[in-house]
């Protein structure tokens, strides 16, 4: 051992020397780190899983570029959670429900204390994806109940706002049926005309047969071009009525508010941890830490006192 080493003998005399101080910082240490406990919980988490049910909006009479929007409307679920989550109406919908501003200890009457609330809310929340194609949203609060309140709420209003976005876009898709059934009855107007017009031209060659014996072969050509109308008028009556009914079904789905929602597969639930023991092994970590820093200082400033007197 070199001669500015403290023996093990030499530090334990020290301890015995320097307990009372020893066991007064332990105690200080053990005291300081339960009261940042208690007074600062941990963090708490709630989580809830749930997924968008499918909206079919496409069809044959819809555009490309139209059919191509429904299809991203309804799969896309992935953005439009994101969007809906951290929407303005959805954020602002839960400060208010759960008075955050108070929750955050926020003052109202600072500056940006709206955005400051946001910033601390959102970054409180996060939206994943599971294995399975499902959203997952989690919510972290210092207060597990309000965590899963607030995860819970979310789902609600996403679902709120959903069905206002599915609404919209059955309305967009109602406008365009309202485009194709004014199209197909003038459509059907203008055929109906032309109809008639070959009937009376047909009624008016059968006189010219029985008066001036005129060739038969005008009058099959004008049989043929009677039959191709009448189908042409036929089939675009028969789309008209389908469209109808397709408006109709679109409209009672409106009316009747039976639209899609989203499917909860995880209720969000208050996060159960032992604080008491918790708080207790912590504050008993640190006191222990403590008590190995103060036994490291001892040693490293009694070594440098025989240092120096050397």
């Known amino acids: 051992m070199a001669e500015n080493d403290v023996s093990s003998e030499q530090m334990i005399l020290l301890i015995r020397q320097r307990a009372k101080s020893i066991i007064l910082i332990c105690i200080l240490a053990f005291s300081v780190s339960m009261f940042i406990l208690v007074n600062y919980p941990s963090d708490y988490k709630s989580e809830v899983v749930f ?31 994101v969007k809906l989550n951290y929407s303005s109406e959805l954020i602002g919908h839960l400060i208010k429900k759960f008075n955050l501003y108070q929750h955050y200890k926020i003052d109202t009457a600072g500056e940006y204390h709206y955005e400051k609330t946001y910033a601390m809310l959102s970054d409180n929340i996060t939206v994943n994806k599971t294995a399975y194609n499902a959203i997952k949203i ?36 109602i406008t365009t049926y309202e485009t194709l059934i004014n199209d197909l009855k003038k459509e059907a107007t203008l055929q109906t005309d032309s109809l008639k017009n070959l009937i009376e031209k047909y009624i008016g060659m059968i006189r010219d047969i029985k008066e001036n014996h005129l060739n038969a072969g005008a009058i099959a050509n004008m049989q043929f071009l009677l039959s191709q109308l009448s189908y042409q008028t036929q089939s675009a009556t028969n ?22 929602t989203v499917v909860i597969t995880r209720y969000p639930f208050p996060e159960t941890k032992d604080n008491f023991l918790q708080t207790i092994l912590i504050s008993s970590i640190t006191t222990i830490l403590f008590f190995l820093a103060t036994i490291l200082a001892i040693y490293l400033i009694e070594t440098n006192k025989l240092y120096f007197r050397k």
């Open 51 to 81: 997924y968008f049910t499918n909206v079919d909006n496409t069809n044959s009479k819809l555009t490309d570029d139209e059919n191509k929007e429904a299809t991203s409307f309804a799969s896309g679920t992935d953005s439009r959670v």
């Open 138 to 173: 989690t919510v972290h609060d210092r207060d597990s109940h309000i965590a899963a309140e607030i995860a819970n709420e979310i789902v609600n209003k996403i679902d709120e706002l959903n069905k206002k976005l599915i609404i919209a876009d059955k309305k967009k898709t």
């Open 239 to 260: 789309e008209l009525l389908k469209d109808k009914k397709l408006y109709g079904f679109s409209l009672k789905s409106i009316e009747t508010n039976n639209l899609p």
